[in-house]
């Protein structure tokens, strides 16, 4: 068979599938690089009446709220070298972001690897590293920490704000959202595994866990949508090719190692017990004590954590293309990539 006779054929599935079930659905994809796949290909319009896609709070950027930004501005300001992911720069903190603030002089380098800063680091450089990002990212931070220990570093310390998967997509199906099937993150699943994932069986919601390329989406809509037909709640597994059972126990390992649970606030969600992760007390002395004023953060005319709770589409936000832009963006789910925002304004042909 031809792809596209065979792509034809998936499509048509996938559409009977639903034709079966007799009603649009609400379908959550939780990760970003989801939401841009879904978008980029076109999904949302070939399967518009069909499924209403919801992007959901998987996106690292988008969910670290600005009180994260005001502390690496505070601390930049004291003289410290702030490392972050590039994403980050552009988020807007209470007052400027930091790129604005490194416009202005302060000491704010972008790093594609924490484990490449602390290895090659000067032992005269008073150094922060930005941590955000979810079990993905975690085990990156952890390793670095360990070559911290093993050069004997005491100029390098972490701004943890590190989440994990689980509590958010907890609160957020419990009292946020009502959908009939979950696309599950790949990436954070090569690390938790599909045992990570198991919790969303208590939610009585099918789910799958999917790969990025469009034949992953593809497959997974046709195994989720099976999924909804038969009432199956059982977490599927689309991406085997990377995905085991009990994931990547190493990375797990080291997780475990140099981090416990801790409180975390999610942009849309707000304080989520559980919800983060910070660095074991043992290691505290490569911590910054982050001061947070939860009260007074997102007063802002964004509209990201509507957005992020499947409340609102990005293209019903007044501030949409006008005001916000990728170039212009009034809030984090513009600045990443991965944000819906920034998604939609790139790829989304909704009209
Ligand atoms: Fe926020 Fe801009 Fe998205 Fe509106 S379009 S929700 S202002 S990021």
Redesign the pocket.
């Known amino acids: 068979m031809q792809t596209y006779d065979a792509v034809n054929t998936i499509v048509n599935i996938i559409k009977n599938n639903i034709e079966k079930i007799g009603r649009q659905l609400r379908i959550i994809e939780v990760c970003g690089t989801h939401t841009v796949s879904i978008y980029r290909n076109g999904f949302h319009t070939l399967f518009k009446g069909y499924i209403d896609f919801i992007s959901g709070p998987g996106c690292p950027v988008c969910v670290t709220h600005e009180g994260y930004i005001n502390n690496l501005i505070e601390l930049a300001k004291m003289n410290y070298t702030i490392y972050t992911f590039g994403d980050l720069l552009k988020v807007p903190g209470k007052s400027m972001s930091l790129a604005e603030a490194r416009a202005e002089g302060a000491k704010i380098k972008i790093m594609y690897s924490p484990v490449d800063i602390v290895e090659n680091i000067s032992e005269n450089e008073e150094a922060i590293i930005a941590a955000i990002g979810f079990e993905t990212t975690v085990p990156a931070f952890a390793l670095s920490i360990e070559k911290v220990l093993e050069r004997g570093l005491k100029n390098v310390k972490f701004a943890c704000e590190l989440k994990t998967i689980d509590q958010p997509l907890k609160v957020l199906l419990k009292d946020h959202i009502k959908v009939d099937g979950l696309i599950l993150p790949g990436h954070v699943a090569t690390i938790l595994g599909v045992d990570g994932f198991k919790f969303v069986e208590e939610f009585k919601i099918p789910s799958v866990i999917s790969g990025f390329e469009k034949y992953d989406i593809l497959l997974s809509l046709m195994s989720l949508t099976q999924s909804i037909l038969d009432s199956d709640f059982t977490v599927k597994n689309e991406y085997k090719r990377v995905v085991k059972k009990e994931g990547n126990t190493v990375a797990k390992r080291y997780i475990e190692r140099f981090f416990d649970r801790t409180d975390a606030y999610f942009r849309g969600l707000g304080l989520i017990e559980g919800g983060g992760l910070r660095l074991k007390s043992e290691y505290s002395a490569f911590s910054v004590q982050l001061k947070y004023d939860y009260e007074s953060l997102s007063n802002s005319?964004?509209?990201?954590a509507d957005?992020l709770t499947g409340k609102l589409k990005?293209f019903e936000?007044p501030?949409?293309e006008k005001v916000?832009t990728p170039q212009t963006?009034?809030?984090a789910?513009?600045v990443s990539q991965e944000g819906s925002?920034n998604a939609y304004f790139r790829f989304g042909k909704w009209k």
């Open positions: 005319a964004c509209r990201c957005v990005p936000c501030l949409f916000c963006p009034k809030g789910c513009m925002c």
